[in-house]
């Protein structure tokens, strides 16, 4: 009768021996649980940077762009029109690159921004043009 060899146990720090398996009985779901959980996250940190990682913001000539953009405009345009002096932190399109790709080096369609009112006009892009309209 043929047996497997016993191995430790893989969970950190568990000495159980195990035939065939990779945890002990202890630890399997455990270990289930954490892998699931990773996948989770790792799933979760992708779609919260899909849209940072977009392939424009990567290129050498964006980089270049936007930090000349920057340094002419270096304060926040939202921030600035309610009348308070924010240093912006990004360069962000007015039209989204998504849809209006060909904008993507267009001066006028570019605004410089600080990261709280990035975040509040990504979160209400609605709201914000309502009010512009009006
Ligand atoms: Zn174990
Ligand atoms: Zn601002």
């Known amino acids: ?77 939202h921030c600035s029109e309610l009348g308070k002096t924010t240093q912006a932190q990004l360069v962000d399109h007015i039209l989204p690159h998504k849809t209006h790709p060909e904008l993507a080096f267009t001066w006028a369609n570019l605004r410089s921004l600080c990261w709280a009112c990035h975040n509040q006009i990504g979160a209400k892009v609605g709201l914000v043009k309502n009010k512009k309209s009006l």
């Not at 989770?40 to 930090?67: G, V």
């Open 1 to 77: 009768m043929a047996r497997r060899p016993l191995k430790p146990c893989a969970w950190a720090a568990c000495s159980v021996l195990v035939c065939g398996e990779t945890y002990c009985d202890k630890h399997k779901p455990l270990a289930q649980q954490r892998d699931a959980e990773r996948i989770k996250r790792t799933n979760q940190d992708y779609n919260e940077r899909r849209d940072d990682s977009d392939a424009l913001y990567k290129t050498y000539r964006w980089r270049k762009f936007s930090e000349l953009f920057r340094k002419r405009n270096p304060l926040c345009k």
